[in-house]
C-alpha cells in the first residue's frame, strides 16, 4: 500500500482504497440523496412549466436534470473519483436566465433550485489529478531539459 493511500471498511466490509480526504462511501451517498432530491425537483418543476406551455423554461430545467442524472451516475459508479460539477454550469446559467419568465411563485422555487445545486457543486470532491497532469508533464519536461542542459555544462569544463 502506498504512503498516500488510506484502507477504511466499507458498509459492506469490503475494502476500499482511496487517497485521504476523498469522499467515503457514506458521504457519498448522502450526496448522491441530495443530487437525486435535485433531479426531483427539476423533474416535476420542468412538467409544471410544460403544462403551462413555457417550453423555454422546461427545457432548461430538462438540460438541469439530464446533467445531475449524469453527475450522480458517475459519482455512484466506480469511476467515483472522476466526478465533477463542471457540467453544472451551463444548465445553471441557462436556468437562471428563464428564472424571471416563471412568474414569482415558481421562479422562487426554480431559485431554490438552483441554490442547491450550488451546494451541490461545492460537495462534490474536486480531482486534482486531472488538472495537475498538464503542470506534471511541464515540470518532467523542464526537468529533463535542465537535466541534458546540465550535462552538456559539465562536459564543457
Same mark, same amino acid.
Given at each position: 500500500?502506498?504512503?498516500?493511500?488510506?484502507?477504511?471498511?466499507?458498509?459492506?466490509?469490503?475494502? %476500499?482504497?482511496?487517497?485521504?480526504?476523498?469522499?467515503?462511501?457514506?458521504? $457519498?451517498?448522502?450526496?448522491?440523496?441530495?443530487?437525486?432530491?435535485?433531479?426531483?425537483?427539476?423533474?416535476?418543476?420542468?412538467?409544471?412549466?410544460?403544462?403551462?406551455?413555457?417550453?423555454?423554461?422546461?427545457?432548461?430545467?430538462?438540460?438541469?436534470?439530464?446533467?445531475?442524472?449524469?453527475?450522480? *451516475?458517475?459519482?455512484? *459508479?466506480? @469511476? +467515483?473519483?472522476?466526478?465533477? +460539477?463542471?457540467?453544472?454550469?451551463?444548465?445553471?446559467?441557462?436556468?437562471?436566465?428563464?428564472?424571471?419568465?416563471?412568474?414569482?411563485?415558481?421562479?422562487?422555487?426554480?431559485?431554490?433550485? %438552483?441554490?442547491?445545486?450550488?451546494?451541490?457543486?461545492?460537495?462534490?470532491?474536486?480531482?486534482?489529478? $486531472?488538472?495537475?497532469?498538464?503542470?506534471? *508533464? %511541464?515540470?518532467?519536461?523542464?526537468?529533463?531539459?535542465?537535466?541534458?542542459?546540465?550535462?552538456?555544462? @559539465? $562536459?564543457?569544463?
Amino acid at each position: 500500500m502506498k504512503e498516500a493511500e488510506v484502507r477504511r471498511a466499507g458498509p459492506a466490509g469490503e475494502v %476500499i482504497r482511496g487517497r485521504p480526504g476523498r469522499q467515503s462511501i457514506e458521504n $457519498r451517498a448522502v450526496l448522491q440523496g441530495e443530487i437525486r432530491s435535485a433531479i426531483a425537483m427539476a423533474y416535476e418543476l420542468a412538467r409544471h412549466e410544460h403544462v403551462q406551455n413555457r417550453e423555454w423554461i422546461a427545457l432548461a430545467l430538462q438540460q438541469l436534470e439530464e446533467e445531475l442524472l449524469r453527475t450522480e *451516475g458517475v459519482l455512484g *459508479g466506480p @469511476r +467515483a473519483g472522476e466526478v465533477s +460539477a463542471g457540467g453544472l454550469e451551463a444548465p445553471l446559467d441557462r436556468l437562471r436566465a428563464v428564472t424571471a419568465d416563471a412568474g414569482p411563485v415558481v421562479g422562487a422555487q426554480i431559485g431554490a433550485l %438552483i441554490g442547491t445545486v450550488r451546494a451541490i457543486q461545492r460537495r462534490v470532491d474536486w480531482t486534482p489529478a $486531472r488538472s495537475l497532469r498538464p503542470a506534471l *508533464g %511541464i515540470a518532467l519536461a523542464t526537468a529533463g531539459a535542465a537535466a541534458v542542459l546540465g550535462a552538456l555544462w @559539465r $562536459r564543457r569544463r
